[in-house]
């Protein structure tokens, strides 16, 4: 009895070291800047199911930031939904691998800035989930603060306590966010400052960096220990 039940603790133990994702997405948080002459703002990635099985994903979708009077719709593999569906299921096929989009819809805007977040989840195995982050962008314009904004990094990655930006010297302000949509934190910048995530519990995180023109310019994830 004693030594069934060893056998059994064993397996159980096992099975939760080595579970893992059946599906894969990639990358994982998805960035993209258009100029104001683009017709159709997107930001990508892929999946790609991982087992021989057919899967029901299902995608719920929270916004973190988006301007004023713009809207965000996704499209899965089988359909681009309109901006008031929030979540849907969708069939993926034994190894089957296609695009996820979240697109930036702008009528009536010239300048607009998206980060939503958008949750995966096997709806036979919810503990099957991953979450991916996607940022479109139209305010960036000139090749110069393009590229400026490209050499930003932030470190260390991930953090215990707090984050520094280098190369952040045309960065007035940020903000933090946590995966639900909530922000967290606003801070001025300051050349080597230390951003604190202390009092925020562990997980990841969203830092949205804006300039003096208190427009978008940059977003990178942060994962707290």
Known sequence: MMKNLFTLLA??????LFAQNTY???PLFPQETYGPDADDLKAENTIVN???????????RTVITLTPDCETQVCDLEYCYSPAVSTKTFELGPNEAGPLSV?????????????????????NNPA?????????STLVTGTEEEAAAARINLFPNPTVESFTLENAEMISAIRI????GRQVSRMEAEP???YSLANQPAGTYVVVMENKQGNYVKAIEVRKQ
């Open 11 to 16: 397996v159980l133990c096992c099975s939760t």
């Open 103 to 123: 697109h930036l819809l702008l009528p009536d805007v010239i300048s607009a800035t998206a980060v939503v977040r958008l949750k995966f989840y096997d709806i």
């Open 50 to 60: 991982l087992s021989p099985d057919v899967k029901s994903i299902r995608w719920e």
């Open 24 to 26: 894969s997405i990639a």
């Open 192 to 194: 080597s400052q230390a």
């Open 128 to 136: 099957d989930s991953i979450i991916s982050v996607y940022t479109i």
């Open 177 to 180: 966010f946590s995966l639900d």
